[in-house]
């Protein structure tokens, strides 16, 4: 079974940059990054296969996902950050090699990390 844990959220001014880490105990497939903010609904942010990637149009320019196998890490670097991208970045895991936008494609989720943008 696939634990994953979140970390790197934090509070930061608009246009600068984090990077988000999230680490698997168990098997790591195609991987996903979504968010969360209060009073919204859980908003896609970007995917990654082996190397293919997909991203959200809001993000698409601005966020980099990628992974390092070794490691059973996948990041996400968030540059160029303004107050729409505040919410709860949470990384999810799927049990196959397939890309997908939607959160019910996803068996496994971290807890989640706070990403905080101020004006």
């Known amino acids: ?5 979140e970390s790197g959220g934090g509070l930061v001014q608009a246009g600068n940059s984090l990077r988000l880490s999230c680490v ?3 098997p790591m497939f195609s991987m996903g990054w979504f968010r969360q903010a209060p009073g919204k609904e859980r908003e896609f942010v970007a995917a990654i296969a082996w190397s293919n ?9 601005r966020f980099t996902i990628s992974r390092d196998n070794a ?13 729409e991208d505040t919410a709860v970045y949470l990384c999810a895991a799927r049990m196959n090699w397939d890309i997908g936008t939607l959160a019910g494609e996803y068996y496994r989720w971290g807890q989640g990390t706070q990403v ?3 004006s």
């Not at 079974?1 to 844990?5: A, K, R």
């Not at 990637?53 to 320019?61: A, I, N, R």
């Not at 490691?71 to 107050?83: E, S």
């Open 1 to 5: 079974q696939v634990q994953l844990v």
């Open 53 to 61: 990637t997909e991203y959200s149009d809001s993000v698409k320019g």
């Open 24 to 26: 698997a105990s168990g």
């Open 71 to 83: 490691k059973k890490t996948v990041y996400l670097q968030m540059n160029n950050l303004g107050p």
């Open 116 to 118: 905080t943008v101020s």
